[in-house]
């Protein structure tokens, strides 16, 4: 198996994610400006979307989309997914929200030529997002008591909050802090040489 990655990238949450879950996977890097990968290859002829992560699985078949290859991590291993009948589909909704509303509200910041006006407004927007999620997040994870994999995608955007400006709400910045303490987290910060 096989991640495609960039450095600090959302892809730094599936590395996490298989981390947690114990699964054995190679990384290969891509360079998001050349489109090339570590080993020289064209990466648009293996993902077409030309964006990370991609995950190439045993079987040859490959997984884009963080919403995707999480859902997939958790399959594989569902301690990392909450319990119950709604376990799933509550799983998915924080899935959902985490990539359709929080990491989209950062888009401004990875984008060139965006002006400072459209920044503090992908700023207020981003700080609403993660308001929502501070508000009902206790001592645990995102989810509950226990980690899921939702929990690696929100660390990995969180980290992106402070060098662009976002602040954290105070549960969120204790969330952070716990998430960062895990060691999966932190070998996989390592793997990346990324300090946070
Ligand atoms: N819809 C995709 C978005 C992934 C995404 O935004 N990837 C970023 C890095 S965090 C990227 O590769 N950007 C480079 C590009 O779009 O060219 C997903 O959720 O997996």
Redesign the pocket.
Known sequence: MKLYY?IG??SLADRIALAEAGIACEFERVD?HTRTTETGADYAAINPK????ALVLDSGEMI????AILSWIAEQSPKLRPEGPLGWFRLLEALAYI?TEV?KSFHAFFVPDVTEEAKDKARALASLRLEYLAASLGDGFLLGHDLTVADPYLFVIMTWARPNGVVLPAPLAAYFERMKARPAVAAALASEGLQV
């Open positions: 960039a990238a959302c998001l030309g964006y990370v992560p884009t989309e963080n919403i990539s990491h």
